[in-house]
């Protein structure tokens, strides 16, 4: 059976000292799993979660950062800060980003572009929303946020990079895609990438599903061909939820 990648994206939960209980029942739990995990807490827990899961095979994510390296950039965290804290991964262009503090497919290539420039692995989300959906527009949404999101991107660094399909709809609410719809898109997203970089790296890219991923779906969802782990909220934001759907 292939790896898969399962990331749990804290948001904006959980002060240090549940972050740190949290990241330590992981470790305990899903120290000998055969999956590649992450999660991602809020900046402000990175630096005590980052001891927690240092020497496990926990990574470490951020859930945004700065499109500058430094400078007068106002509550903004850069990419150097990130990597001192040995965070490996960052999540870009989740679309609470896009659709509530209004990131652009610009602004969010910048930074990917800037994760990779450093050694961080970025998460780069795409997903439609549920009107682009109903007026057919699934695949000029899905395939701009992608081509955008990756221009500049050398093939070289492509294998570096993770894309997660969350459609907007599914995410917080319950509703999930089906997994043959879910599927359907990652099958697009490949089509994408082939034209881009060709079928080898559009086969082997890693697509991960999010959106109200539970233990109780997990299952079905990762069985899918062309979904290659999950990115999950809701349910990473404790143990019993988490674990099952690493070891679904
Ligand atoms: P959810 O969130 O699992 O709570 O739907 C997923 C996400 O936003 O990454």
Redesign the pocket.
Known sequence: MKQLYIAG?W?MHKTVAESVALAKDLVAKLGASGQKVMIAPAFTALASVAAVVKGTKIRLGAQNMGPEEQGAHTGEVSVLMLKDLGVSTV?LG???RRHSYKEDDGLINKKVLLALKHGIEPIL?VGETLEEREAGRLESVIGTQVREGLKGVDAAVLAKLVI?Y?PVW????GKTATPQDADAVHAYIRKVLAGLYGEGPAKSMCIQY?????ADNAKELMGMANIDGA??????LKAETFVPIVEF
């Open positions: 994206n948001k999540i989740h679309s609470e989300c997660a969350e599914a995410i917080g609410t999010g959106g109200s991923v539970k990115l999950v909220g809701g349910a990473s």
